[in-house]
Nanobody, 123 residues
Framework: QVQLVESGGGLVQPGGSLRLSCAASGRTFRSLGMGWFRQAPGKEREFVAAISGSGGRPLYADSVKGRFSISRDNAKNTVYLQMNSLKPEDTAAYYC????????????????WGQGTQVTVSS
């Protein structure tokens, strides 16, 4: 089983930035497509960003395109989500997920999930 641990969440003012990290173990990291999802209270979990094992095909939700950036460091078995120009509507629990083939925006195509890290955007 792949183990995923998120970190980097916290409280930030509107317009601020945060960088989330997800450390993976239990499987060859470069073979995993990685994604970020988020879930706000009372709402369904939604796709945020994804990246292939090689890092060559990043995907973004329209709501975060131009503000968020996903990247990975295969030597460190870690994927990152750089979040800039944060808005109150970005407030949610952010989850890291992994699949064994490639990047995907579909929640059902991911096999492994981390515990989540809370991001709160408020003045």
């Amino acid at each position: 089983q792949v183990q995923l641990v998120e970190s980097g969440g916290g409280l930030v003012q509107p317009g601020g930035s945060l960088r989330l990290s997800c450390a993976a173990s239990g499987r060859t990291f470069r073979s995993l497509g990685m994604g970020w999802f988020r879930q706000a209270p009372g709402k369904e979990r939604e796709f945020v960003a994804a990246i292939s094992g090689s890092g060559g095909r990043p995907l973004y939700a329209d709501s975060v395109k131009g503000r968020f950036s996903i990247s990975r460091d295969n030597a460190k078995n870690t994927v990152y989500l750089q979040m800039n120009s944060l808005k109150p509507e970005d407030t949610a629990a952010y989850y890291c997920a992994a699949r064994t083939v490639d990047a995907s925006s579909r929640e059902s195509e991911y096999d492994y999930w981390g515990q989540g890290t809370q991001v709160t955007v408020s003045s």
